[in-house]
């Protein structure tokens, strides 16, 4: 952080009224087209994203409780729905914008990317994952397993597992 705080780009200083307010427009345009009409990206979780509108780049979202309470399930489910979402469209300009989701990097200094990767599919396709660690399954739950990995090898999800 402190190599990519010294060299790396850095946004600030004063910015014009009439900028951010063209920014703010283009947001409200871009939520009025989406089906879900969120100005941020979809958090897959209704509720969360009538109450937040969405995640939004400039906000920090601290997601704490006590051991063993679901935090990392919840921000999996979190990072795979906004993964999931994610698309692009061509803009005005030409060049590609992202029309909804988001491409996700996920920190996790508790499990193993494996571990995360093993605990969305087996969200995904409704069989156990302990299950699946332990190799407990049948053929139709192992061709599940292999369709649905499958369909989420192409997601735009990054995790760094670095201890």
Same mark, same amino acid.
Do not use: C, W
């Given at each position: 952080?402190?190599?990519?705080? /010294?060299?790396?780009?850095? *946004? ?25 009409? %969120? ?17 939004? @780049? /400039? =906000? ?32 005005? =300009?030409? @060049? ?11 920190? /996790?200094?508790?499990?193993?990317? *494996? ?9 995904? /396709? ?6 699946? @660690? ?8 192992? =061709? ?7 369909? %989420?090898?192409?997601?735009? %999800?990054?995790? =760094?597992?670095?201890?």
């Amino acid at each position: 952080l402190y190599d990519l705080a /010294s060299t790396g780009q850095t *946004e600030g200083g004063f910015k014009p009224f009439r900028t951010a307010l063209t920014e703010a427009v283009a947001a409200a345009e871009a939520a009025y087209g989406r089906e879900g009409q %969120l100005t941020g990206v979809a958090t897959g979780l209704h509720q969360m994203d009538q109450l937040l509108g969405g995640l939004h @780049r /400039s =906000d920090l979202l601290i997601l704490a409780g006590r051991p063993a309470m679901g935090k990392t399930a919840l921000a999996t489910n979190i990072a795979f729905n906004a993964a999931r979402a994610y698309r692009e469209e061509n803009g005005e =300009d030409g @060049r590609p914008k992202v029309a909804d989701g988001a491409v996700v990097g996920f920190f /996790s200094l508790e499990m193993s990317a *494996e571990q995360l990767a093993n605990r969305i599919l087996a969200e995904q /396709s409704g069989i156990s994952s302990e299950k699946i @660690r332990r190799g407990d399954l049948n053929s139709t739950d192992f =061709d599940k397993v292999l369709s649905v990995g499958q369909q %989420l090898e192409h997601l735009n %999800l990054f995790i =760094d597992d670095t201890p």
